[in-house]
């Protein structure tokens, strides 16, 4: 089957101001976390009821049923690979192969599978373990021809079977020695990779130590990076995409408009709020990225296929991100789900860590008479309020709006619409897609 993420790279590459944006969900976290990794196991994942049956749900919060297991991980991913709104499911060589080459999860998909194809110490974020506080150094746990075909050595016809897509992430410290070292594994990697036919994107992470770069300038190093790493390489060993850390307008900017054949892709960073994931997404489109991949943002939400149905709306236009927020906890509301965080708290911009050994921190920004003031505010992501207990939920049901504008051919005009009827009518489309029914 034709893969989106293939069409929309060409677009792209044909037409750099292309509105075409490719939306990834990254499902690799048991590479980085362990046991925890998988997350905790929402009532809105899709085994819920099995996990209920099998675990008194007195014995855990309202907001979760334990930890996910392997097998309800699995089942999220097939339940956004068949929503079919993503370009790209990222995971482990291991889920890959369970998935990808055994079930032949993606055969009549669209979605690309893809693996994450080295794990550098910066990631392996273990319970008490201190690694990620050293300079980060190359490793790599999968060889291609696992990834391929889960197995030492792939025959010509047996590439096909699993993922030929990875993410190989690098991570440069300001430190010759260890720079030097990256880049020694990822040009082997490079030549591994071109002999194999196998297809990478390039994830470049900021320093993970103090590296005596002015924080205002990291985004100047990765750039100048990037760019100085990938000039001795030819067509065959280039990335087919960049993600990377969102440095603001200026970098991603700069980047994007350097060479328009690799298009700029951010990561997600941490869990933050859900206005973070939806601004975030917004802003980078408008200067110049043409990818997101979210980790965290995804995993950690109250119900992931909302969510990512809200990203997909942000992208092509069709919903602001305060809107998207809004309807979100409209579906929250009308599905019965306990969220996170009241829609007052959902709807600060927080700056969320973006790196893998940060604890889940965030400086909250609150939006005072119709500015942006900072609050000197750090709490972990989640925190109850005083007394035990989230404030509840005030969000208002939605009603049908008759007078909405439409075109001529019947369908709606969001040209036209008002804040109020473009909510209204993406949670009612939600309502419906998702089985919700609301009372009035």
């Not at 604890?359 to 008479?369: C, E, F, L, W, Y």
């Not at 075109?407 to 209204?424: C, E, H, I, N």
Request: aromatic share 6%.
């Amino acid at each position: 089957m034709q893969k989106s993420l293939d069409t929309k790279l060409a677009e792209i590459r044909k037409d750099p101001n292309s509105r075409a944006f490719i939306l990834a969900d990254a499902k690799d976290p048991d590479m980085a976390r362990g046991i925890q990794a998988l997350g905790p196991a929402m009532r809105s994942d899709p085994r819920a009821g099995a996990r209920r049956a099998m675990n008194s749900p007195e014995a855990f919060p309202d907001s979760e049923i334990g930890h996910r297991t392997v097998v309800d991980f699995d089942a999220l991913i097939h339940a956004v690979v068949q929503q079919g709104l993503v370009d790209i499911m990222l995971m482990s060589a291991a889920t890959s192969e369970r998935l990808t080459i055994k079930e032949r999860l993606f055969d009549n998909s669209h979605v690309t599978p893809a693996a994450r194809a080295n794990d550098t110490t910066d990631i392996w974020v273990v319970r008490d373990g201190v690694y990620p506080k050293e300079a980060s150094r190359p490793f790599r746990s999968a060889t291609i021809d696992h990834i391929q075909c889960g197995k030492l050595e792939c025959a010509p016809h047996e590439r096909v079977l699993g993922a030929n897509l990875g993410l190989y992430s690098v991570t440069f410290v300001n430190n010759l020695e260890r720079d030097m070292e990256t880049l020694r594994e990822f040009k082997r990697f490079r030549e591994e990779a071109e002999r194999r036919g196998f297809r990478y994107f390039l994830e470049i992470f900021d320093p993970n130590v103090h590296s005596g770069i002015p924080v205002e300038k990291i985004g100047a190093f990765v750039n100048d990076s990037i760019v100085r790493s990938l000039a001795g390489v030819t067509g065959r060993g280039r990335p087919v995409f960049l993600k990377m850390v969102y440095h603001g307008p200026k970098f991603t900017e700069e980047l994007a408009n350097y060479d328009t054949t690799i298009p700029v892709g951010i990561l997600g960073g941490g869990a933050g709020t859900t206005y973070d994931a939806f601004k975030l997404i917004a802003e980078v489109q408008k200067y110049g990225a043409r990818i997101a991949l979210f980790g965290r943002k995804i995993n950690n939400a109250e119900h992931q296929l909302a969510f990512i149905e809200m990203l997909h709306r942000i992208v092509n236009g069709k919903i602001s991100p305060e809107e998207a927020v809004r309807a979100y906890h409209g579906v929250l509301q009308g599905l019965g789900i306990k969220p996170h965080r009241s829609l007052d708290e959902d709807m600060q911009l927080t700056d969320t860590s973006m790196s893998y050994a940060e604890s889940a921190r965030m400086v909250v920004t609150r939006k005072v008479s119709g500015s942006v003031a900072a609050v000197s505010d750090r709490r972990e992501i989640g925190r109850k309020t005083a007394g035990g207990h989230k404030p509840p939920l005030q969000v208002s049901a939605p009603q049908a709006d008759n007078a909405s504008p439409i075109l001529p051919d019947g369908k709606p005009d969001f040209s036209r619409m008002t804040s109020a009827q473009r909510v209204a009518y993406h949670r009612l489309r939600l309502d419906r897609k998702l089985g919700v029914s609301r009372g009035t």
